[in-house]
């Protein structure tokens, strides 16, 4: 560090003179193979928060915060805070923000607002623009890899307090692996992602305290994809890894004896003993922190919860770890506020009255037109960005308990054929009314003829009434179940059920409850249906629709041979390329992703129709660092900062 | 009577136990649980759960206990403690997720029966009294047109020309700044006047109902002789009209208050979800639909006793208000 501060004040009298064109994205090369070590901010000097070495009376708080009797700022931020970085600088121009303002989101769910969920979510590590293409230290000040990828060290960031001002120590990291993670009563059986492989040789990883600021996380296998995980995968957060002790070990049985415990146990409302149910329902994962229980809970997001029920209500968090380039503590925006709306078509009528200042979720595309018309009037704007997945690809269940379904689909030929009978630009006009791409992952060919021509080769003869006879030599009829939960769902599964009628088939559709359908896909049980898949677009995920196209070969290979069937060798070949992701560092795992793509489009495992999708995103049109580049949800992690312009 | 009433009590503790576990076992039909659901929801949203968080909810909520275990449960807390269990998908006591909300409820809902009883009856009176007149077949109109447009669809239609023509969203019962706050008499104040539009709209299809009823129960006591009689023997025309065929008239409203209240608490789920109204129904809905089993079991219950208590009432009153009622029984 000392090396580098002469450079660092040059840079900082610098900054201080372009202080409007200031950049905040900071980035930082991709993770080597090399030892790096990685400092929060030192690897870009240049994006070092004004003054973050020595005098650090510059930082800036939010008037909101004036007179609250709270220590002054600069000892309320970590000695390095965490210089933003959320989106990379081609996705958004920053600009300096202004404080003040309570942003209004409306969800549909009692206690579960998912607007809210990721503009709080910090993971220890962040990718900006959730791209997965460069890893940052976020909530830790630095971390390194090994050169065989098995050890992760890292460095908390020194001076880190949880909102209620206590400082976050090595003691709340040992709490939350050595007390919960490996405690067998509270994780029973350990996530996947936290174990060297997902096969049965897999093997807890280890866990090693350095020093009172450093701790190691190493796996007995190369493991290069686990900091992808801790950034982005399934929208991990920083509570795995840190837990407030000093708030949660009242209610750890370790800490305080069972006798102790029994009136609150009482209380809650469980059995004698039952201490494990008591310390859940006091805990906050990263996903329940629009929970009641997370009223008065310490956290390290950027605004704390202070009120529960049909109005949920946010605060700043004084105590927050990231500034901008100005050093500016962030947030911008004081307060959040999410209302409680019946139904969807509520969400919609109060953005139009303009009483919503962002909404991500509930904006489907045929809404669009009807939001663009009334921009003026309501005082927002809507925002075209991308989507971080495929949407609902077409799966026809590989393993279903069936031979001569069997015989038929797991032809690659007759896969090829179907997709052929797609036409993907019909789709892409139809359900996504042109804000998609027809997807080029399997070939984009639309030939009737061809693919008719491949299913009489085959032997699906038709029979006298025009459709295609199975080799038993009754029809073959593709049944389409398809999940309620989405409403494009059922208008993309028409289109399909026309399209691949044309191959003289016998398509059918119906719609099922969202909870019926997970049940009878977790059994085996459905032949076709819809579903989305992370994969082909975020591509550090391991989820490509296996479970759903595959759900027996899908067993066997997490099982490590013990359930389900084993799968062919091609099926073997795209599984093992999508797991060997995790073992890959980030750049060759980037190499591997197009031959996954390639396997996929080689053998039509699925069907995937389009790509490029637009996530629309309403936002009050005063708010500042938005942009329509790159994916909406990474404008929604970008949450800290937005900012009302005046 | 009074042990007439006593009688009547008591058989409500079979038939509530009944309805108790019918409608827990109900709840619990659709496959999977709240947790399946709550899973899936996630899923959909890209969010990954380990299956430890998921086996530490599951006992958490005590789901992974048999059905009857829970039910006994459910019931034990209710009888000993009064306690309604916990409402898992809101994360909170049942008794704080509906006590709100339910008296919003009863308030619409009186309110909305006193206006359709205020409006609905002396229009009938009019319309019987009036037959073929302009007036009759002007409210007979209206009355149709009450009947056969559903609520929810009425209260979009006016949400609608409201926003167009003057851009204000008309939702809920509050204005943001009173949303969860603390009731007082600003509260009060800054509620009313929104009272207005769900009170209208939820009366709508009963005031319509009630003119129809009360003009054909009044047309037909109208030409009875003891109508005919009376009026031959001079007494007044007012008095006639309500001493007799009146009271006759609205008997049936009074039978009615047995399925009158649950019905207006429970039949303005629509149109509470359309107006975005936090009230009962649309938790109803909500719960039924995640399956949060002890929340919609005890808003059944709830409502269950409602209906019981309604038709007990409505049986009272009618023994009290029609003498054919009252000493029916004594003749034997």
Redesign the interface.
Same mark, same amino acid.
């Given at each position: 560090m000392k090396k580098i501060t002469p450079y660092l004040l040059a840079v900082s009298l610098m900054l201080v003179t372009v202080l409007t064109a200031c950049e905040s994205t900071g980035v930082n090369t991709p993770v080597s193979d090399s030892e790096v070590v990685k400092p929060a901010d030192s690897a870009q000097p240049a994006d070092q928060p004004v003054q973050a070495q020595g005098n650090t009376a510059d930082y800036k708080q939010s008037p909101f915060l004036d007179g609250k009797g709270l220590p002054p700022v600069q000892d309320r931020l970590p000695k390095e805070p965490k210089l933003t970085n959320e989106l990379p600088k081609d996705a958004l121009d920053y600009q300096i923000g202004t404080y003040g303002g309570t942003l209004r989101t409306v969800r549909t769910?009692?206690?579960?607002d998912?607007d809210l969920f990721i503009i709080e979510n910090e993971p220890l590590v962040n990718t900006p623009g959730v791209l997965g293409e460069e890893i940052t230290p976020n909530v830790v000040q630095s971390y390194q890899v090994s050169d065989d990828q098995q050890v992760f060290t890292f460095m908390l960031r020194e001076g880190l307090r949880w909102s209620d001002g206590k400082p976050v120590t090595i003691d709340d990291v040992k709490f939350a692996v050595e007390d919960v993670l490996f405690n067998k009563e509270?994780?029973?059986?350990?996530?996947l992602?936290l174990v060297s492989s997902s096969d049965e040789t897999g093997k807890p990883f280890t866990f090693e305290v350095v020093d009172e600021h450093t701790f190691k996380i190493s796996f007995d296998k190369p493991y290069g994809g686990f900091l992808i995980q801790l950034a982005v995968?399934?929208?991990?957060g920083y509570t795995d890894f840190l837990k407030p002790k000093h708030y949660l070990q009242q209610f750890h049985v370790k800490y305080t004896p069972l006798a102790e415990l029994e009136p609150l146990i009482k209380s809650a409302?469980?059995q004698p003993g039952?201490w494990?149910?008591l310390f859940?329902?006091k805990d906050v994962?990263n996903?329940e922190i629009t929970?009641?229980?997370a009223v008065g809970f310490p956290v390290l997001s950027p605004y704390i919860q202070v009120?529960?029920?049909?109005?949920i209500?946010f605060e700043r968090n004084p105590y927050y770890f990231k500034v901008d380039s100005a050093g500016n503590q962030l947030p911008y925006i004081d307060k959040l506020q999410s209302?409680l709306?019946?139904?969807i078509e509520?969400v919609n009528?109060?953005i139009?009255?303009?009483?919503v200042d962002h909404s991500y979720?509930f904006i489907s595309i045929p809404k669009v037109p009807l939001l663009k018309e009334n921009e003026q009037?309501g005082g927002y704007k809507v925002y075209i960005n991308n989507l971080?997945?495929t949407a609902n690809d077409i799966h026809l269940n590989l393993t279903y308990n069936d031979p001569v379904w069997r015989k038929v689909v797991r032809d690659v030929r007759f896969r090829e054929a179907l997709n052929l009978g797609l036409d993907k630009n019909e789709i892409v006009d139809t359900v996504f009314y042109g804000f998609a791409k027809p997807s080029e992952i399997e070939s984009i060919e639309h030939n009737v003829e061809k693919a008719n021509q491949i299913l009489d080769e085959i032997g699906l003869k038709k029979g006298a009434d025009g459709l295609r006879l199975g080799p038993d030599g009754n029809v073959f009829t593709i049944p389409f179940e398809i999940s309620s939960?989405?409403s494009d769902y059922i208008v993309l599964a028409q289109l399909v059920a026309e399209q691949w009628k044309q191959l003289g088939l016998d398509v059918t559709l119906k719609q099922i409850?969202?909870?019926?359908?997970?049940?009878r896909n977790k059994a085996n049980e459905l032949k076709a249906t819809i579903a989305f898949t992370?994969g082909p677009v975020q591509w550090a995920r391991t989820e490509w629709g296996q479970n759903t196209w595959a759900p027996l070969w899908d067993q066997w290979w997490n099982s490590g041979g013990k359930l389900g069937e084993e799968p062919p060798q091609e099926a073997k070949d795209l599984f093992q390329a999508i797991f060997a992701l995790r073992e890959l560092s980030l750049e060759e795992a980037l190499v591997k992703r197009n031959d996954i793509r390639t396997k996929i489009g080689d053998q039509y495992w699925y069907f995937i129709h389009s790509e490029d999708i637009a996530a629309p995103v309403a936002v009050n049109a005063r708010i500042g660092n938005i942009s329509d580049k790159g994916w909406g949800i990474a404008q929604n992690f970008a949450g800290e900062q937005w900012f009302f312009n005046k | 009577m009074l042990r007439y009433i006593c009688n009547r009590l008591l058989q409500l503790i079979p038939i509530l136990f009944a309805i108790s576990l019918i409608v827990f076992i109900i709840i619990q039909l659709?496959? &999977?649980d709240f947790l +399946?659901?709550y899973?899936?929801?996630?899923?959909?949203?890209?969010?990954?759960?380990?299956?430890?968080?998921i086996?530490?909810?599951k006992?958490?909520y005590g789901l992974d206990q048999p059905l009857y275990a829970q039910y006994l449960l459910w019931m034990k807390?209710m009888i000993l403690h009064g306690?309604l269990g916990?409402s898992i998908?809101?994360?909170?006591p049942v008794s704080e997720v509906i006590g709100d909300r339910l008296m919003l409820t009863i308030i619409i809902s009186l309110i909305s029966l006193i206006v359709v009883w205020a409006i609905a009856i002396p229009i009938g009176i009019y319309s019987a009294t009036h037959q073929y007149s302009f007036g009759d077949y002007f409210f007979s109109f209206i009355g149709f047109i009450g009947l056969a447009v559903p609520g929810f669809l009425i209260a979009l239609i006016l949400?609608y020309i409201v926003?167009t023509q003057t &851009?204000?969203?008309i +939702?809920g019962l509050f204005s943001?700044e009173y949303?969860?706050a603390p009731w007082s008499w600003d509260k009060v104040w800054n509620m009313l006047p929104r009272l207005a539009i769900p009170v209208v709209i939820i009366g709508m299809s009963g005031t319509a109902g009630l003119i129809r009823i009360t003009r054909g129960m009044l047309l037909d006591e109208l030409s009875k002789q003891y109508v005919i009689t009376a009026r031959a023997k001079g007494v007044a025309e007012q008095k006639l009209l309500f001493k007799y065929p009146v009271r006759m008239a609205i008997n049936p409203l009074i039978s009615t208050i047995g399925w009158t209240l649950p019905a207006l608490i429970s039949g303005e789920a629509i149109v509470?979800?359309?107006l975005?109204?936090?009230t009962t129904g649309?938790v109803l809905l909500?719960a039924l639909m995640v399956?949060d089993m002890y929340l919609a079991g005890s808003f059944l219950l709830i409502l269950s006793v409602l209906t019981v208590c309604g038709t007990l009432i409505s049986d009272i009153l009618l023994a009290a208000l029609d003498p054919r009622i009252r000493f029916g029984g004594v003749n034997r």
């Open positions: 769910d009692v206690i579960s998912s509270l994780t029973p059986t350990l996530p992602w995968q399934g929208w991990k409302g469980f039952e494990v149910n859940v329902s994962l996903n929970q009641p229980k009120k529960a029920g049909d109005v209500e209302t709306v019946q139904n509520m009528l109060k139009l009255a303009g009483e979720e009037k971080h997945r939960a989405n409850d969202g909870a019926l359908w997970t049940t992370p | 659709p496959p &999977g +399946t659901t899973v899936e929801q996630l899923r959909l949203t890209g969010t990954e759960v380990a299956d430890s968080t086996a530490n909810l006992a958490q807390n306690d916990t998908q809101w994360n909170m949400v926003f &851009g204000v969203s +939702t943001p949303q969860g509470s979800i359309v975005n109204l936090p649309p909500k399956q």
